[in-house]
């Protein structure tokens, strides 16, 4: 064994080979895959094998369209045989309706065919109680074994090198990145370890102190001896049955998702500890847990009630709390990951291949993957029983409709502000997100609503509170509590410096201000969208959204890293609650309760007591109205939150929630990281070019193009009821030309709103494809 390599990958899977063929394309040529025992023996060998397509995001959606396309080249027995949905009630077919509006924005050829066709397509399928169905020509099957060859095989060409029957033992850290990885055949120094070692990547990755929060799960399925002369059949899935099958020779596979999981080597007290020798093997037949799908399997394919079984697989799978994957570096410089692929890595393992290597080489990837990015992850996934709680429930409910506005119950409550007790006892409807119960809305606010219920899903988790809290802050004012919100201290001799290079605007100006700046990637793509206080002439405090705290620190702590910035960065988002008063009469009652002069400008802050509490107040807004998101150190918190009730009371002072929150931003225009920016959008086109200070220096700015062709448009619909939610398709002229990134009601306006990036001006006409009805619209300016 050679005793250095500049990248070493760690597994041999379909992972590992796909990572280390796109490195190799990109001109990586000092790569070194190593396999404990042989490749495919982990999870790769037992995979069913379909090539699925469309899913739920546009990110996913093109990483398994990079597949297919890889697929078509590779000598690995790819049968593009397409692919058939089948929805067994009206709510299914509902959610396919939406999937192929999707479909349309990515040129895939999604169509909804009749009950009739689908038959004729797949003549084992008995029709009843079947609604309707959508066929994607282009899906297929593929055999994971040769495809995991053949990916090695081009990478070897490109000078790849493989090494099997070699066990990793340790990873090296020194100053905080990888310098070395220990084997039972040697050491090798390296400048990159890329974890891809399926279910055995958290034990991975804790030889480095880092944890990757994924559950070994049993899962099983079926191949049936060979009972029917069809040539060409395409792959099937009946999710409201919970089964999926495809052609096997002239049999089936046929597996699905149980609603009575089994995690395996993992339990609530303890991390995963598989056996050492498990390499190539499966698990025991649970002939009593597949029950209900085999059970399923009939109704849709009754054959499979004569046919006989000639195995039964029942191999272990990598699932993450969220179903999706584990990509990127970990917080160990040079340490990245790439696993957790949750029983579909077989149609992603081109994509991965692919957006790993542009991690690796280039800095960051192309598409925006923050949802697969293993820093979504908070602190509480380092706890087995949270992580396990979580897994379980999104495996049981794998096939369920996701409906906007769902809320997950597993592992609840746990991360609470200082208000939660007031809240529960004023009827609010909770919601959860990166572990905080977050207010909705209240229930009891409910009374003074209107009748505004949008259509279809918009509808489902839907309350007349909503409204009238969204109301109330336009006419009189508004209390909510932002605790959540995540905040991350920098200090330290450079903090000014580094954030001016983060920073597309100008963050280090004077103490008290208050600057709202994106952090653009190399390309100038928008990696991070937040306020920048500054406290002191080495201190700055950043408040950005609730989920993407710990992916802004990682962001942070990489680019201090890469300068080698004298800078302390910290999450200290428990350490203080936030409550925002927003509203025409914001400053009536903020005043009767301060002695302190409410005289400072919008965008800046100020040291101040409400009532007996010393608070920060930032005079800032994220819904369009006068007012203040008011600080305090976390003990203080209740104390603070009654004091502004008690004086806002009188003045018509309503506590709202998240929802309206959303609709408010909604109407004036206020941009969502994650949805209507990220990485693949640049400020000019968001719309957000007044930050931009380009005669300064900042990562990003030389890739700006101050004039693109497409931005960030608000569209109204003519029907106000028929509510967007996102990934819709948008089209002028009957052309699709862009997707919605997000939408909703917006209730002063008593409007449907959507925005979408478009190369259209106000006063152009649209369509959206809102559950397969085209609903015109309208482009305008805003804020509306």
């Known amino acids: 064994m050679s005793d250095s390599a500049r990248i070493v990958?760690?597994?041999?899977?379909?992972?590992?080979?796909?990572?280390?063929?796109?490195?190799?394309?990109?001109?990586?040529?000092?790569?070194?895959?190593?396999?404990?025992?042989e490749l495919t023996s982990g999870s790769t060998f037992h995979s069913a094998g379909l090539v699925g397509q469309l899913r739920a995001d546009p990110t996913l959606t093109r990483m398994n369209q990079h597949s297919v396309?890889?697929?078509?080249?590779?000598?690995?027995?790819?049968?593009?045989?397409?692919?058939?949905?089948?929805?067994?009630?009206?709510?299914?077919?509902?959610?396919?309706?939406?999937?192929?509006?999707?479909?349309r924005t990515f040129g895939l050829p999604l169509e909804e065919i009749s009950v009739a066709e689908a038959v004729e397509l797949f003549p084992l399928m008995d029709p009843a109680g079947v609604v309707g169905a959508a066929y994607l020509p282009t899906d297929g099957q593929i055999d994971p074994s040769q495809l995991c060859y053949a990916l090695a095989a081009a990478a070897r060409k490109g000078g790849a090198r493989f090494m099997t029957g070699t066990r990793v033992v340790g990873i090296d850290v020194r100053d905080g990145r990888v310098t070395r990885v220990r084997t039972d055949q040697g050491e090798i120094d390296c400048e990159i370890v890329v974890n891809c070692g399926g279910m055995f990547a958290a034990e991975i990755g804790r030889m480095a102190g880092v944890r990757i929060p994924i559950v070994p799960m049993s899962h099983q399925y079926v191949v049936t001896e060979g009972f029917h002369e069809y040539g060409k059949l395409p792959t099937l899935r009946d999710p409201d049955l919970l089964v999926y099958y495809r052609q096997e020779v002239q049999g089936l596979v046929m597996g699905g998702y149980e609603r009575h999981c089994a995690p395996?080597?993992?339990?609530?007290?303890?991390?995963?500890?598989?056996?050492?020798?498990?390499?190539?093997?499966?698990?025991?037949?649970?002939?009593?847990?597949?029950?209900?799908?085999?059970?399923?399997?009939?109704?849709?394919?009754p054959a499979m009630a004569e046919v006989g079984i000639r195995k039964m697989i029942n191999g272990p799978e990598a699932f993450t709390p969220d179903n999706e994957f584990c990509l990127g570096e970990t917080e160990v410089g040079g340490l990245y990951v790439a696993a957790g692929f949750c029983a579909h890595g077989i149609a992603g393992a081109?994509?991965?291949?692919?957006?790993?290597?542009?991690?690796?080489?280039?800095?960051?990837?192309?598409?925006?993957?923050?949802?697969?990015d293993i820093r979504r992850f908070g602190r509480q996934y380092r706890s087995p029983s949270f992580t396990l709680k979580r897994s379980i429930e999104n495996y049981e409910t794998?096939?369920?409709?996701?409906?906007?506005?769902?809320?997950?119950?597993?592992?609840?409550?746990?991360?609470?502000?200082?208000?939660?007790?007031?809240?529960?006892?004023?009827?609010?409807?909770?919601?959860?997100?990166?572990?905080?119960?977050?207010?909705?809305?209240?229930?009891?606010?409910?009374?003074?609503?209107?009748d505004e219920r949008p259509g279809g899903w918009a509808g489902r988790h839907w309350s007349p509170a909503i409204g009238a809290e969204h109301r109330a802050t336009?006419?009189?004012?508004?209390?909510?509590?932002?605790?959540?919100?995540?905040?991350?201290?920098?200090?330290?001799?450079?903090?000014?410096?580094?954030?001016?290079?983060?920073?597309?605007?100008?963050?280090?100006?004077?103490?008290?201000?208050?600057?709202?700046?994106?952090?653009?990637?190399?390309?100038?793509?928008i990696e991070c969208d937040f306020t920048v206080t500054r406290r002191g002439e080495h201190e700055f405090l950043i408040i950005t959204g609730t989920a993407f705290?710990?992916?802004?620190?990682?962001?942070?702590?990489?680019?201090?890293?890469?300068?080698?910035?004298?800078?302390?960065?910290?999450?200290?988002?428990?350490?203080?609650?936030?409550?925002?008063?927003?509203?025409?009469?914001?400053?009536?009652?903020?005043?009767?309760?301060?002695?302190?002069?409410?005289?400072?400008?919008?965008?800046?802050?100020?040291?101040?007591?409400?009532?007996?509490?010393?608070?920060?107040?930032?005079?800032?807004?994220?819904?369009?109205?006068h007012g203040w998101e008011l600080y305090c150190s976390s003990e203080y918190g209740i104390a603070l939150w009654q004091t502004l009730w008690a004086g806002g009371e009188p003045h018509g002072l309503v506590a709202g929630g998240y929802k309206a929150i959303d609709s408010l931003r909604l109407e004036k225009g206020y941009r969502v990281w994650g949805a209507d920016i990220g990485p693949e959008t640049t400020p000019y086109e968001a719309g957000l070019g007044f930050c931009v200070k380009p005669d300064k220096e900042f990562l990003g700015r030389d890739a700006l193009d101050p004039a693109p062709a497409r931005r960030l448009r608000c569209l109204t619909l003519d029907d106000p009821r028929a509510v967007a939610l996102g990934n819709e398709a948008v089209r002028v002229d009957g052309q699709v030309v862009g997707r919605v990134t997000s939408g909703g009601y917006g209730y002063t306006a008593r409007r449907s709103i959507a925005y979408a990036y478009l190369e259209a001006d106000p006063g152009t006409r649209v369509e959206v494809d809102v559950f397969g009805a085209w609903i015109p619209g309208t482009v305008v300016k805003n804020p509306l």
């Not at 379909?14 to 990572?19: E, K, L, Y």
């Not at 080597?265 to 025991?284: E, K, S, V």
């Not at 605007?505 to 208050?514: C, E, I, L, M, P």
């Not at 910035?565 to 203080?576: K, S």
């Open 9 to 37: 990958i760690i597994g041999g899977g379909v992972g590992g080979a796909s990572v280390a063929y796109h490195l190799t394309e990109l001109g990586e040529h000092d790569v070194l895959v190593l396999e404990r025992d």
């Open 69 to 103: 396309d890889l697929y078509r080249k590779l000598d690995a027995g790819w049968t593009e045989c397409g692919g058939i949905k089948l929805a067994s009630t009206p709510e299914r077919m509902e959610e396919i309706r939406r999937q192929i509006g999707w479909a």
């Open 264 to 301: 395996w080597t993992t339990d609530f007290d303890r991390y995963d500890a598989i056996p050492a020798d498990f390499n190539g093997r499966l698990l025991p037949e649970d002939w009593d847990r597949f029950a209900e799908i085999s059970e399923n399997s009939l109704i849709r394919v």
């Open 350 to 372: 081109g994509g991965i291949g692919m957006v790993m290597a542009e991690w690796i080489v280039e800095g960051e990837p192309s598409l925006d993957v923050w949802h697969m």
């Open 398 to 450: 794998y096939y369920d409709i996701r409906y906007p506005g769902h809320e997950r119950s597993a592992g609840r409550p746990l991360r609470l502000s200082p208000v939660y007790g007031w809240h529960t006892r004023h009827g609010a409807s909770f919601g959860e997100k990166s572990g905080w119960e977050r207010v909705n809305y209240y229930e009891t606010n409910g009374a003074q609503g209107e």
């Open 474 to 525: 336009r006419r009189t004012a508004g209390l909510f509590d932002e605790t959540s919100f995540a905040k991350i201290e920098v200090t330290g001799p450079d903090a000014a410096s580094l954030l001016e290079w983060v920073c597309d605007n100008r963050v280090a100006r004077d103490v008290g201000a208050v600057t709202y700046t994106q952090a653009l990637n190399r390309r100038g793509g």
């Open 549 to 625: 705290g710990s992916h802004d620190l990682g962001w942070l702590r990489k680019q201090a890293r890469l300068r080698g910035a004298d800078v302390r960065i910290a999450d200290v988002t428990g350490q203080y609650a936030c409550f925002a008063l927003w509203g025409p009469r914001a400053h009536d009652i903020l005043s009767a309760l301060t002695p302190d002069p409410l005289d400072f400008a919008f965008m800046t802050s100020r040291e101040i007591t409400v009532g007996d509490v010393p608070v920060l107040a930032m005079r800032v807004t994220f819904v369009g109205e």
